[in-house]
């Protein structure tokens, strides 16, 4: 079967960095996808990784190991409205997305 | 660009009743859009998916009686949720990929609609 597997709930300081974990095993992939999504609110795109190796936009970087099926997001600078969950989606050969059920994010002054 | 918006936001209903829910492409052309259901603390669950001038495509387990999708045009997709129970109780998000953003495959997600059946 397809399975996302991420953490279910992470904490970190303000200020700090931290690093989300994505592990994938999907019926194909033409793609891996980052998703923020603040309680109560829709999803919003962060990121979109196709390739092996690490994409930078801005404070979040994405970086991607298809032979390990692999993924993580990274943080930098973490500010308290980072505060959120974030979701992992795959997209398998049938351009299908399939979610991770996302990681609850917690930061701390 | 790549606006989708969707309507309403916050819905309370008495059980038995239908309700229905709008997904609007504001400044694109959507001939496929995506309806979501998300249970607290759980992830996003595709619903069906939602083809303009045809019939929706359902997921297993989704009752298409009881969730019935219209798309008549290429920027309006309703989800109606009828004869509602508690069970039926989630958050409803709709999405739709724009044409114009390649093949990322990037989806585009309306504001939620969080359905409270009493």
């Known amino acids: 079967g397809q399975n996302i597997d991420q953490p279910t709930e992470m904490t970190a300081t303000e200020g700090a960095i931290v690093q989300i974990n994505c592990t994938y095993q999907?019926?194909?992939?033409?793609?891996l996808f980052w998703y923020q999504q603040h309680a109560g609110e829709a999803p919003t795109f962060l990121s979109y990784n196709v390739l092996d190796g690490l994409e930078e936009k801005g404070r979040f970087s994405s970086f991607l190991s298809r032979s390990k099926g692999y993924s993580y997001l990274l943080l930098k600078e973490l500010q308290m409205k980072d505060s959120a969950s974030y979701l992992c989606?795959?997209?398998?050969?049938?351009?299908?997305?399939?979610w991770g059920a996302g990681t609850k994010l917690i930061i701390k002054p | 660009g790549a606006v989708v918006s969707q309507h309403p936001s916050w819905v309370i209903c008495k059980s038995g009743t239908s309700v229905k829910i709008e997904c609007r492409s504001l400044?694109?052309?959507?001939?496929?859009m995506f309806w979501y259901r998300q249970f607290p603390k759980q992830s996003l669950m595709l619903m069906a998916t939602s083809n303009e001038g045809s019939k929706a495509t359902y997921e297993q387990g989704v009752e298409k009686d009881k969730f019935l999708i219209n798309h008549a045009s290429l920027t309006l997709s309703t989800l109606t949720v009828t004869s509602a129970h508690p069970e039926d109780s989630s958050f409803y998000i709709c999405?739709?990929?724009?044409?114009?953003?390649?093949?990322?495959?990037?989806?585009?997600f309306g504001e939620g609609s969080r359905l409270t059946v009493l």
């Open positions: 999405s739709a990929r724009a044409p114009d953003r390649g093949d990322t495959g990037e989806l585009f």
């Open positions: 400044d694109f052309q959507a001939t496929t």
């Open positions: 989606a795959v997209m398998d050969s049938n351009y299908q997305l399939i």
């Open positions: 999907t019926s194909g992939f033409n793609g």
